[in-house]
């Protein structure tokens, strides 16, 4: 019974400190090392003149940076994407760049660029479930975070009016 009580207490816990979604958002994680070489492979294809191969890179390093566990690897994906999306004409490169993007701004809790990402996304392929998928994993935390707002508020509201009431018996 001990037992049973204690993993409620855990889970409510973790559902107001944000820990349960840390550990549930289903995105795989790059460690430094992936980084590191991406970065070094990146280096070396910027001393030559193959574009393609430039734009690959870039996508590589793109991606593990976003799937990092580091907030600023993540932020430099966001930028390096952000800076390539313009420039893309093909549909199924730009996808994948939404995508990209929605995930690491959903990784920064950042759920309302997010879901405007994956809906661009999603609008150059609609059928792709991988980016369905994500969609309902950022609405879910809009939702999620929105009934946290609303406890908080009327948690306020409630030691507002308990103080009010006292002071008024008092008085």
Known sequence: MDATIGKFIDSVSDFFSGAASTSADQFPLCDTDIISGCEKEYAEVQKGQDEGLKKECIMRLSWALVHSKMPVDIQRGIAMLEASVVNDTSPMKLREKLYLLAVGYYRSSDFSRSRECIERC???EPEWR???????????????????????AVTAVGVVAGIAAALIRRG
């Open 122 to 124: 999603l609008e150059v």
């Open 130 to 152: 991988q980016a369905q998928a994500l969609k309902q994993a950022i609405e879910d935390r809009i939702v999620k975070d929105g009934v946290i707002g609303v406890g908080i």
